[in-house]
């Protein structure tokens, strides 16, 4: 029997969610808070990956756990 795993999207973007929603998943979604200050020495994607590493990680110490995946498209 096929067993979906729990998605949680380090995110407060109602946007994103409902993104998400539209193509079948149901996720739940927690506010990281964090500090989303850009390094400026890092382009575009480069932040984006840092930011989303972070709030990740926020998330994960919120719920208490180390079973953290971060995937990169």
């Given at each position: 029997m096929?067993?979906?795993?729990?998605?949680?999207?380090?995110?407060?973007?109602?946007r994103r969610k409902a993104l998400l929603n539209q193509i079948g998943l149901s996720v739940e979604t927690i506010k990281p808070e964090i500090d989303e200050k850009l390094n400026p020495r890092l382009k575009s994607r480069g932040n984006a990956e840092q930011l989303s590493f972070i709030k990740a990680s926020a998330v994960?110490?919120?719920l208490k756990t180390d079973n953290l995946k971060v995937n990169k498209s």
């Open positions: 096929y067993s979906m795993k729990k998605i949680i999207l380090a995110s407060s973007s109602v994960a110490m919120k």
